[in-house]
C-alpha cells in the first residue's frame, strides 16, 4: 500500500469484465474523494493502454491512453459516429487520454464460433453501411502507408508482433512491398480500419458496441475483411475462416487484395 494506492490481486478484463485465467494487479484509489478500482483491458495489439474504471458510488468508464494525436482522431471520430453506429461516448478528452462510456457486453472472442460469425458479419455490413456524404475521415490506400511509415520512424512498430508469414521481414522491406502494390479499385465506404473479434461487442446475442475506431474512414470495403478472416483464423482456427469466407463480398473475395491489407496492418 503507497498512500491510497492498494495493489490487489484480480483477473485481466475482457470485454465485460468477466475473466479468470491471468491474474493481474490492478488498484484501489482515491478520485474526488471516492474508492475508485481501476482494472487493465487486455484486448488487442494496440500500444495504447486501457483501463475500466468503477466508483464505489456507482460511475464507471472507460480510459484509453496513448499518442496524442491518434487519441484526439479517435476521439473526433467517435463524436462523428454517435447517432451513426453504437460506439462509447466521449466524455472527455485531452493531451494522450480518452474517456468513454462503458458499453455492456462480451467480445466477440468469448462468443461460440456461431454467434461470433454472424455477429461480425453483421457489425461490418452496418459500418459499410454507414453514408459517406459529408464524412471527413480518409482512410485509403496512400494515406495508410504514410501514416504506417510515420508510425515506423517514431519506433512505434514492433517487429515481434507481425504474422507469421512476415516473420523477419524488416518494416522497410515491407514499406516497399506496399508501394509496390497496382492501384486499389475506385471502391470506397466507410471502414472501421481494425475489424479483428476483440473490436465488437456483443449483448444478449446481439451486436451492442463497437470500439476501437481510431483507424477508421473511407477506404476499401476489403480493409474489413481481411483482418475479419485472419482474426476468426486466429482465434477459431482454419474451417471457422472458412465459414466466414461465405459472407465475403464479391469485391472483396480476392485473395491477393486481402493479402495486401493484412500486410498493411503490420504498420499498425
Given at each position: ?100 462510456s462503458e458499453i455492456p457486453g462480451k467480445n466477440l472472442t468469448e462468443l461460440p464460433l456461431e454467434d461470433a460469425i454472424e455477429i461480425i458479419v453483421c457489425a461490418i455490413r452496418l459500418v ?141
Amino acid at each position: 500500500m503507497e498512500g491510497n494506492h492498494v495493489r490487489l490481486l484480480v483477473s485481466p478484463a475482457h470485454g465485460n469484465c468477466d475473466c479468470t485465467e491471468f491474474p493481474l494487479y490492478v488498484f484501489w484509489t482515491i478520485i474526488d474523494a471516492v474508492k475508485t478500482i481501476v482494472v487493465p483491458i487486455l484486448t488487442g495489439q494496440s500500444t495504447a493502454k486501457v483501463v475500466r474504471v468503477l466508483r464505489e458510488d456507482g460511475l464507471r468508464w472507460i480510459e484509453k491512453h496513448g499518442v496524442g494525436h491518434e487519441i484526439d482522431n479517435e476521439a473526433r471520430i467517435l463524436d462523428w459516429c454517435a447517432g451513426r453506429l453504437p460506439v462509447p461516448k466521449v466524455l472527455e478528452s485531452r493531451a494522450g487520454m480518452l474517456k468513454m462510456s462503458e458499453i455492456p457486453g462480451k467480445n466477440l472472442t468469448e462468443l461460440p464460433l456461431e454467434d461470433a460469425i454472424e455477429i461480425i458479419v453483421c457489425a461490418i455490413r452496418l459500418v459499410h453501411s454507414v453514408s459517406i456524404k459529408d464524412c471527413p475521415f480518409v482512410a485509403d490506400w496512400t494515406r495508410r502507408i504514410a501514416e504506417g511509415e510515420t508510425r515506423a520512424h517514431a519506433g512505434l512498430i514492433d517487429g515481434s508482433d507481425f504474422d507469421e508469414e512476415n516473420r523477419g521481414r524488416s518494416i522497410a522491406d515491407i514499406v516497399r512491398e506496399l508501394k509496390s502494390f497496382p492501384p486499389l479499385p475506385d471502391i470506397g465506404c466507410f471502414t472501421h480500419g481494425d475489424a479483428c473479434l476483440q473490436n465488437f461487442l456483443a449483448h444478449d446475442g446481439q451486436l451492442s458496441g463497437i470500439i476501437d475506431v481510431g483507424r477508421a474512414g473511407i477506404a476499401h470495403p476489403a480493409q474489413d475483411w481481411a483482418l475479419a478472416l485472419r482474426s476468426i483464423h486466429g482465434e477459431f482456427g482454419r474451417e471457422a475462416e472458412a465459414l466466414l469466407w461465405k459472407h465475403v463480398p464479391a469485391v472483396c473475395a480476392d485473395k491477393q487484395l486481402l493479402r495486401r491489407f493484412r500486410l498493411l496492418d503490420e504498420l499498425f
